[in-house]
């Protein structure tokens, strides 16, 4: 786990949980209910849309959302869940896009984030091919210091998978991190800190930029 990011998940998680009795806007209460578990809680619902998306045409009509949001343990009322169905619906055809519905529930951040977001990733990104795999890690984190690594417990790569693993969504970890995917991460971690400057020069410290 990166440095201080733990942490900041933790608060996070606790602040969502604190705010979701404050607040009435359905969809502010789905973005908290997903943030409560954690920082990959956004990316986590859209695995779960994937997969209730049978014909692959990455939309979702009222009942495949429903049966997502229920599989994903969220708590919601039909009449809620038709309401956020209607602003997601923009066009009115009875479907979703579910990136489109991702990237809507993200919390949104400025762009100076962003950009020490998308900073941290082009450093990782050592083949600048778009995602963060096993193999870019070798030259840019150091797994010696990593307490798992230093008792023996584990091999140098199952200290970058573990890694990887943390932006990876709990129920489908290919080794992999998208741009998206680190963004997602990101946006989670970002809910939790109040001004852009301390999160940039907590990103420049983790990922000594």
Not at 22 to 45: F, H, M, N, Y
Not at 108 to 133: C, H, W, Y
Not at 163 to 172: A, G, V
Not at 176 to 190: H, P
Request: glycine share 6%; proline share 3%.
């Amino acid at each position: 786990q990166m440095p201080g990011t733990a942490r900041h998940d933790r608060e996070m998680a606790i602040q969502a949980k604190r705010n979701l009795s404050k607040t009435t806007d359905p969809v502010e209460r789905l973005r908290l209910q997903c943030l409560a578990r954690g920082s990959a809680g956004i990316k986590g619902l859209g695995r779960v849309f994937r997969i209730m998306d049978d014909d692959n045409s990455r939309t979702l009509d009222f009942k495949e959302f429903v049966k997502g949001l229920n599989e994903y343990a969220v708590m919601i009322d039909k009449e809620e869940a038709q309401e956020i169905f209607r602003i997601f619906d923009k066009d009115g055809s009875g479907t979703i896009d579910f990136d489109e519905f991702l990237v809507t529930l993200r919390p949104p951040m400025s762009n100076a984030r962003k950009e020490i977001i998308m900073q941290a990733f082009r450093k990782l990104d050592k083949t600048g091919d778009g995602v963060i795999t096993i193999e870019d890690l070798r030259g840019v984190y150091n797994a010696k210091h990593h307490p798992k690594y230093q008792n023996g417990d584990w091999t140098e790569d199952q200290v970058f998978k573990a890694f990887l693993d943390n932006f990876d969504s709990p129920y489908d970890k290919d080794g992999k991190v998208t741009t998206e995917e680190f963004m997602n991460y990101y946006a989670g971690v970002s809910a939790s800190i109040d001004t852009d400057v301390y999160f940039i020069v907590m990103m420049k410290n983790a990922w000594k930029l």
